[in-house]
């Protein structure tokens, strides 16, 4: 700029002040390959990855770790804060999972824990590289399977007030994503894939957790598309594409004495494809925690030749025979269904399998509308210790008493 006089120069000073202070603030930015990591698919940048984060965590304001179009090959990742500021953690590339889980020092993959206001966008990919780790994770009923080792692909512990927004998971060891005691925390434009015979590949598994948003997202895995265990309250799910896998389940619960409730969650607007389960409420056959399952609502479901569209079980024991101990000791109460429509490849398109010492209490079924798609004549439903309204169309008839 060309400023000749004093006046002109303090004028020029100014302006440049003004252009300056207006930029948009992105925060301070950590490009991981100032750090060493290489995005040639091979190298291990896990060191690299670390130290952009202990650098970003140390910063105050808010700052960008930048993660470029490339692919790394990343071994276990541990990402703790607290943190001084707002971290986003920019990923549009690809990060590569080694194949074999048993030099990691941790459970999961990329393991964030203890941060709040933290942001994973960037459109990129993970990728667990799991289809190895799947027929050890085949025999779930055998001597070796408690204590099997599990390796999420992405685990979030204590993160609070955070986001997770248009991330691609694929082929993880065991679930894709993990989540422990979390609060307020958005999970959007997510696609998880795995392939329907990819066992225990749940797409997101949460416990403890509360104020969640899981939201305009595709899961197609070979377990649970998203699993609700003990602990969580306030869950806000909607327009998920469910399929292949075992659709939503809240549960499997009862099993340990530490549990607790689970109550408050929608899920909406939400199609099920091809998968074994739609709706889908489980508890231990016997249990010992008594806990609670309460204020759940569905509404606006679509089954599309599902196995077990509306599954209630509180027998379940998947590896039988199980100790009798006496029936599940959850208290399922306040479940509305709503608008529910579509076709079931089994019969029995409605299922509520209650427990005989706690059975499930104000079950409101709203027009319901599955039809059997096989042969054995129309769909039908069955109550075992169940009590309940129904109202509005109802294919299959209500079992109510
Ligand atoms: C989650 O989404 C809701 C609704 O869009 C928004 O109000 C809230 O601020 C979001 N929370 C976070 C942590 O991004
Ligand atoms: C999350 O945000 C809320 C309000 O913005 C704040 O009160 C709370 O302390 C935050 N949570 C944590 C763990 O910092
Ligand atoms: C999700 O990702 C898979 C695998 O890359 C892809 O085939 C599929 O089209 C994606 N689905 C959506 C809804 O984006
Ligand atoms: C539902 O989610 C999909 C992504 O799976 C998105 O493309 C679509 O726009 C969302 N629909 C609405 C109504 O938000
Ligand atoms: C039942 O659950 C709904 C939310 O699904 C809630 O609004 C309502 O207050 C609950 N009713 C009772 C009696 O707890
Ligand atoms: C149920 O859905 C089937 C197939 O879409 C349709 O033909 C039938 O009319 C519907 N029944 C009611 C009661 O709405």
């Known amino acids: 700029m060309a400023c000749v006089t ?9 302006i440049l002040f003004v252009v300056v202070a207006s930029r948009p603030d992105t925060g301070k930015n950590f490009d991981v390959r100032t750090y060493g990591a290489k995005g040639d698919g091979i190298t291990d940048s896990a060191n690299a990855f670390m130290k952009a984060w202990k650098d970003a965590c140390a910063q105050s304001g808010s700052s960008r770790i930048y993660i470029p179009r490339e692919t790394f090959y990343m071994s276990d990742v541990s990402f703790k ?4 500021g ?65 390796t999420p692909n992405m ?5 609070t007030n955070s986001s ?40 997101i598994k949460i416990g403890h957790s509360k104020n969640m948003k899981i939201w305009d997202s595709h899961i197609g895995t070979g377990d649970d598309c998203i699993a ?14 469910c399929g292949p896998g075992h659709g939503i389940s809240v549960g499997s619960l009862g099993r340990n004495k530490e549990e607790k409730n689970v109550e408050g969650f929608r899920v909406r607007d939400t199609v099920f494809t091809g998968t074994s389960d739609g709706i889908r409420l ?11 399952v309460s204020q759940l609502l569905y509404e606006n479901i679509q089954m599309v030749d599902v196995k077990y569209p509306i599954n ?24 509305t269904l709503k608008n529910i429509w579509g076709t079931s490849r089994n019969k029995v398109a409605v299922k509520m399998h209650c427990s005989k010492t706690f059975p499930c209490k104000d079950i409101q079924l709203i027009d319901i509308n599955i039809t059997h798609n096989g042969p054995g004549g129309p769909a039908t439903a069955l109550c075992e210790n169940v009590r309940g309204s129904a109202r509005g169309k109802m294919v299959p008839p209500s079992c109510f008493k």
């Open 312 to 335: 209630i079980e509180q027998n379940y024991c998947p590896c039988p025979p199980c100790p009798k101990l006496g029936d599940s000791h959850v208290q399922i109460r306040n479940v």
């Open 228 to 241: 609700i265990l003990s602990g969580n309250s306030n869950f806000d799910i909607h327009n998920i594409t």
């Open 282 to 292: 489980k508890t231990w056959e016997s249990s010992v925690s008594e806990i609670t």
């Open 81 to 84: 804060g607290p943190c001084k």
């Open 155 to 159: 685990k979030f512990h204590s993160v």
């Open 86 to 150: 707002k971290i986003v953690f920019f990923l549009s590339g690809t990060l590569l999972s080694p194949v074999n889980a048993n030099k990691f020092k941790q459970e999961a993959w990329i393991d964030f824990q203890y941060v709040d206001n933290l942001v994973i966008s960037g459109g990129g990919t993970i990728d667990g590289q799991g289809s190895h780790s799947w027929s050890s994770n085949m025999n779930d009923c055998g001597a070796g399977a408690m204590n099997r080792r599990r």
């Open 164 to 203: 997770l927004i248009g991330l691609k998971s694929l082929n993880s060891k065991s679930e894709h994503l993990s989540i422990y005691r979390v609060d307020h925390f958005n999970i959007t434009g997510v696609n998880i894939t795995a392939p329907g015979n990819s066992p225990n590949t749940d797409g």
């Open 6 to 14: 004093n006046v002109i120069e303090i004028l020029c000073l100014f």
